[in-house]
């Protein structure tokens, strides 16, 4: 029964995957292997014959994990993260590992040195960024659910242009082992979802703490399935109204405003908060992050594993080649910044002041929660734009991230949701924050919200 199912889920990958480039491997062999094993297994498992799409930047044993760049083509993971020895232990199935911008550093897929993932509602539009192919490979209907990782937005921004559950946890909650590090003080591992159960179904087994992961919390983890369908009458709802200004498309503006309206008549409190430096987050993440990454991929320099450049004669000249060749001009660009913003002379000018202003970003959101449950705003400025349209404005693109990384820096949980769709027919989600540890909380806000407010509309490309 199982494998049947798999090997459907296998055949949807493949065919939708020559329009779509969601998949950049497909582990047919494997996974047929493990559903005959769970066929054969008598035991009940939370997750078991789930098929699982993986973003190419989490260490599955055996498979790919390229990180969509060209510097790991060849690179095959040693060992599992510890969330997919979670998922395994759960029952689930590994189908294939997805699409992603190079190094999980874009908003659009399009840097993937492999070709851009392309969004199931119009193959000419971008499908979001960095976690795209996992995105896509959910909201096509090939898979149920998927993980991706975030460091500013990447797996709440992709939800919200694709139109399906996006969910970041909070810094701690979900073990960061295993996943290929970019920005180490702001990487996630997230989940997308068809719906808010999907997501809650793989967070309660993946999420805890994890002795390999010395950033992992030891906080109990709840039964999210058990309270997902509580009552939220009388939840406060947090809306920060100057974020609502200038850039944001009006068809995303009117439908959030909507649901925020949706929400009082299901009867939550709406109230009104401030995040004051909120604004500054786009300019504060990309100089931490920058600088982060520079860190972290020093690492790649053709010595250990990964591509190394030919027809070298000396060691320097091989390292220069290596990265040259390598890495991409989004890659390359943020070494680049954030080398520049670490380096003597520049550190107390940006580094250091980005990091105090972080630390007011996270006392602005602590403030907030003394008022609210939750604080609403648009996942993303717009709807999904088309391929190439921001390629050759890198700060258009960061923008947007301008409602996502703020989360990130504070290290609390977000989800973004579907609320509608634009006048062209694109999906348009709205982003719910919390406080540290709520996943519940916002998991109960999303569920109860698409519950009654469902987004019926599929994609042109749906695996039937």
Not at 48 to 66: L, P
Not at 162 to 181: E, H, M, N
Not at 246 to 260: N, P, S, Y
Not at 391 to 417: E, K
Request: hydrophobic share 40%.
């Amino acid at each position: 029964m199982i494998k049947t199912n798999i090997e459907k889920v296998l055949d949807n990958a493949e065919k939708l995957n020559e329009e779509l480039n969601s998949f950049l491997s497909i582990e047919r062999e494997h996974a047929s292997a493990r559903a005959a094993e769970l066929d054969a297994n008598a035991a009940e498992l939370p997750l078991k014959g789930v098929a699982v799409a993986v973003k190419d930047n989490i260490c599955t044993k055996g498979m790919q994990t390229s990180c969509g760049s060209r510097i790991l083509h060849n690179y095959k993971a040693q060992y599992n993260a510890t969330a997919i020895d979670r998922l395994n232990a759960a029952g689930a199935v590994v189908v294939g590992k997805t699409n992603m911008d190079e190094f999980a550093m874009g908003s659009s897929n399009e840097s993937s040195a492999f070709g851009p993932a392309k969004n199931p509602w119009d193959t000419s539009r971008v499908p979001g960024g960095s976690s795209g192919g996992s995105a896509v490979a959910v909201a096509s209907g090939v898979v149920r659910a998927a993980l991706g990782s975030e460091t500013g937005g990447s797996v709440r921004q992709p939800a919200s242009l694709c139109g399906i559950v996006g969910f970041k946890p909070t810094y701690g909650r979900i073990s960061r082992y295993g996943l290929v590090a970019f920005a180490s003080s702001l990487d996630n591992i997230g989940i997308f979802g068809k719906t808010a159960k999907d997501v809650a179904g793989v967070l309660g087994v993946i999420a805890g703490r994890d002795e390999l992961d010395s950033t992992s919390a030891d906080v109990p983890v709840p039964d999210y399935l058990a309270t997902i369908d509580n009552d939220i009458i009388g939840k406060k709802i947090g809306v920060p109204r100057a974020l609502y200004g200038e850039g944001l498309d009006e068809d995303v503006r009117e439908k959030v405003e909507q649901a925020i309206e949706n929400y009082r008549q299901m009867g939550a409190e709406i109230v009104d908060v401030e995040l004051p430096h909120a604004k500054y987050g786009i300019a504060v993440y990309y100089i931490i992050a920058t600088a982060e990454a520079s860190s972290n991929l020093a690492r790649y320099d053709g010595v250990r594993y990964g591509f190394r450049a030919e027809n070298t004669t000396a060691l320097r000249e091989m390292y220069f080649k290596t990265r040259e060749e390598g890495f991409g001009a989004e890659v390359k660009r943020r070494i680049m910044l954030g080398t520049y913003v670490l380096s003597s002379g520049y550190y107390d000018a940006y580094y250091s002041k980005a990091q105090k202003v972080r630390a007011l970003v996270k006392q602005d959101y602590q403030k907030a929660f003394t008022a609210c449950d939750a604080i609403i705003t648009p996942t993303s400025p717009s709807v999904a734009f088309k391929i190439g349209e921001k390629s050759d404005d890198p700060l258009a693109m960061y923008l947007n991230d301008v409602y996502t990384v703020s989360a990130n820096l504070a290290g609390i949980p977000g989800i973004s949701v579907p609320c509608g769709l634009s006048s062209d027919g694109m999906p348009i989600g709205l982003q719910l924050t919390g406080n540290f540890w709520s996943e519940g909380a916002l998991l109960n806000l999303a569920s109860v919200y698409e519950s009654q407010f469902p987004l019926e509309a599929k994609p042109q490309i749906f695996a039937e």
